[in-house]
């Protein structure tokens, strides 16, 4: 994929396809209870949190939204910013974090985040009520970039995209068809920001 660079010029990005192959799941059945709150999602050295209400109810399906920070690792700082959505949206909320100081797509020359966030989705499906219909992407900074470019890459999967101060946005147009649905898009900048 390519992205623009500064002075006109093009990036050559590294990772060779944003699209997720991943496919909706039904709830498993499970003897155990599903855990809720605050629950650790890993996969060797990925990981990510996940905030859900307290009470999940089985008959219904619960919109899944996915926070994606800027560079630097402040995951932290975003898990204690979002404790109170899950019940104030009833919904779920994953906050993973990069493998490197910021996403694949920026940072490496392969796809650890991605290829994270395929397993993640594929766990959480399994495991939780979640509405197809109602998965969303946010992004700040280089997460807002990383949430633009994944999610309008992979139309089938995201329904909406919100952004606050993206650099650039990246299309794996590859996957993408005429047929697919369009996603609902917020790009949000400073109050101060001329451009």
């Known amino acids: 994929a390519t992205g623009p660079g500064r002075g006109g010029s093009a990036t050559i990005w590294f990772v060779k396809t944003l699209r997720l192959d991943l496919r909706h799941k039904a709830q498993e059945p499970r003897e155990e209870a599903t855990p809720t709150g605050q629950v650790r999602v890993e996969r060797g050295s990925s990981r990510a949190d996940m905030l859900t209400p307290e009470r999940i109810d089985p008959e219904r399906r619960y919109p899944l939204v996915t926070v994606l920070d800027g560079a630097g690792h402040r995951e932290e700082m975003l898990?204690?910013?979002?404790?109170?959505?899950?019940?104030?949206?009833?919904?779920?909320?994953?906050?993973?974090?990069?493998?490197?100081?910021?996403?694949?797509?920026?940072?490496?020359?392969?796809?650890?985040?991605?290829?994270?966030?395929?397993?993640?989705?594929?766990?959480i499906y399994r495991r939780y009520p979640v509405d197809p219909d109602r998965q969303a992407l946010i992004g700040y900074s280089d997460g807002a970039s990383y949430a633009l470019s994944v999610g309008l890459s992979n139309p089938r999967i995201f329904?909406?995209?919100?952004?606050?101060?993206?650099?650039?946005?990246?299309?794996?147009?590859?996957?993408?068809?005429?047929?697919?649905?369009?996603?609902s898009v917020l790009l949000e900048y400073g109050t101060h920001d001329h451009h």
């Open 79 to 123: 898990v204690q910013a979002y404790r109170e959505e899950p019940a104030a949206r009833d919904a779920l909320f994953l906050i993973p974090w990069s493998h490197h100081p910021t996403w694949d797509l920026i940072a490496a020359n392969d796809r650890p985040d991605l290829d994270f966030l395929e397993w993640a989705y594929d766990l």
């Open 159 to 183: 329904r909406a995209v919100m952004g606050w101060a993206a650099g650039f946005v990246v299309l794996d147009e590859a996957g993408i068809s005429a047929e697919d649905p369009k996603a």
